[in-house]
């Protein structure tokens, strides 16, 4: 039994040291704007020796390809969870978007330093996956709504503006137009989405 528990204990350990690494390794690319970065700038960090970082991974590029799909899987993972509610369209749609923004906030600029990456097909995959799961959320929305005759519009266009307010690129613009106010952000998406895109019941 003691065996056991130390070889979890040290599984443990592991996994840690690397969570940190990544976490290190992306945050080592928004200090620098996204520029090169070394193993050791990385290690001092991750607060680890070079030697112990070397022991993950042999090389930079190795690191970054790692950091890049362990962050984006891990986003995938948390979309891939959301449980849409069973509710009306504008309700489905607000939760989607809380969802999506409370995703951009946490992650914060490791993400924009994730999509800015160029040359990694792992990661251009796990991204793709991502966008597709969101596309496919939004469609049943606005599928549901088209059903029960509440769109002021074509499914298509209300698709499309749904896709792009929800998007990080749609996130970080409504952002800057609220002075960063991250809790705005959510109410304004979706007030704005409900209004653009569904008809108004009577007596709202």
Known sequence: MPRRYSMQTRRRASEEAR????????DALVASGGQQVTMQGIAERADVALRTL?????????????AFTH?????RAAIEA???????????????????????EQM?????????QRDAPELDEQIRAIRRWRRTLLN???ERAHLDGRLAVSATAALGLAYTLTSH?????LLDTLDGDTAAAPRAATEALTSALFHQRPGA
Do not use: C, K, M
Not at 54 to 66: I, V
Not at 71 to 75: E, I, K, L, P, V
Not at 82 to 101: F, G, S
Not at 169 to 173: D, K, S
């Open 82 to 104: 959301l449980d849409v509610p069973d509710a009306a369209p504008e309700h489905q749609l607000q939760h989607i978007v809380e969802a999506y923004y409370a995703r951009y």
């Open 169 to 173: 690129a749609g996130w970080r613009t």
């Open 108 to 116: 914060g600029p490791r993400l924009t330093v994730l999509l800015a």
């Open 54 to 66: 070397y022991n993950h991974f042999s090389s930079r590029d190795e690191l970054l390809t790692a």
């Open 71 to 75: 962050h984006t899987a891990q986003t």
């Open 140 to 142: 049943s929305v606005v």
């Open 19 to 26: 969570t940190r690494i990544f976490d290190a390794t992306l």
